[in-house]
């Protein structure tokens, strides 16, 4: 596609359960980038993948959170029993590799009730 | 660890007013400095960067320049315009690493007729 892709736009889940977060990254972009807004706050950095290395994974704030990305393409944020303060918009972007210009995604805004 | 402080908005100016948004930064060794939009409805955006001391950058009639003794990377325009209205985030990539971005909180900018 032109730009990266998000969905759900919009996930209203009840306390305790489960969520997938979905992010398509421009084709032929090797690295891709998940950033957590929460309201009134700055972008936070969750977790970063470059090609088949290692992923960067320091931003992740508690391990009910967990990405996983195929190869160069499509990559899926999980969020196990899910917590109000998960409440947030949550932005995935991706490079053509590592230090280039970040293009971003219209985020999934996830409300936790 | 790394660190973004931008001035708090709202900020509300008429339009052909002088912008400033003030932003300085907290790292090690020499990040890369960027300022993102995000407009009414739309996705974050680059707007500008600079990746050295004194480096300026510039796009739209913004401009910013890196200021390695004052730790500081302040976004100014001449005359701001209504289509300037959007929120605006100043961030950082540290040198080296996953070049994940460390935002500011944003300052919402509001240009009146």
């Known amino acids: 596609g032109a730009g990266v892709s998000q969905s759900p736009s919009n996930k209203v889940t009840e306390k305790g359960k489960d969520v997938e977060l979905r992010c398509d990254p421009i084709s032929g972009h090797t690295a891709l980038y998940w950033y957590r807004q929460r309201l009134g706050q700055g972008l936070e950095f969750l977790i970063y993948f470059q090609g088949n290395s290692a992923p960067d994974k320091s931003g992740l704030p508690s391990d009910r959170f967990s990405a996983e990305r195929t190869g160069e393409s499509v990559s899926t944020l999980t969020i196990q029993r899910t917590q109000q303060e998960d409440s947030a918009v949550y932005l995935c972007?991706?490079?053509?590799?590592?230090?280039?210009?970040?293009?971003f995604g219209p985020g999934t805004r996830l409300t936790v009730l | 660890g790394d660190s973004v402080t931008q001035m708090e908005g709202p900020v509300t100016l008429s339009e052909e007013a002088f912008l400033t948004i003030n932003c300085t930064y907290t790292?090690?060794?020499?990040?890369?400095l960027f300022w993102y939009v995000q407009y009414p409805g739309e996705g974050l955006q680059l707007l500008l960067k600079?990746?050295?001391?004194?480096d300026k950058g510039s796009n739209k009639g913004f401009e910013a320049t890196y200021r390695k003794e004052t730790t500081s990377f302040h976004l100014e325009k001449g005359s701001v315009q209504v289509s300037d209205s959007a929120v605006y985030f100043c961030a950082l990539s540290a040198q080296g690493g996953s070049e994940k971005l460390v935002f500011g909180k944003g300052t919402k900018l509001t240009v009146n007729p």
């Open positions: 790292a090690t060794g020499y990040p890369s």
């Open positions: 600079a990746t050295k001391a004194d």
């Open positions: 972007a991706s490079s053509s590799r590592s230090g280039q210009k970040q293009f």
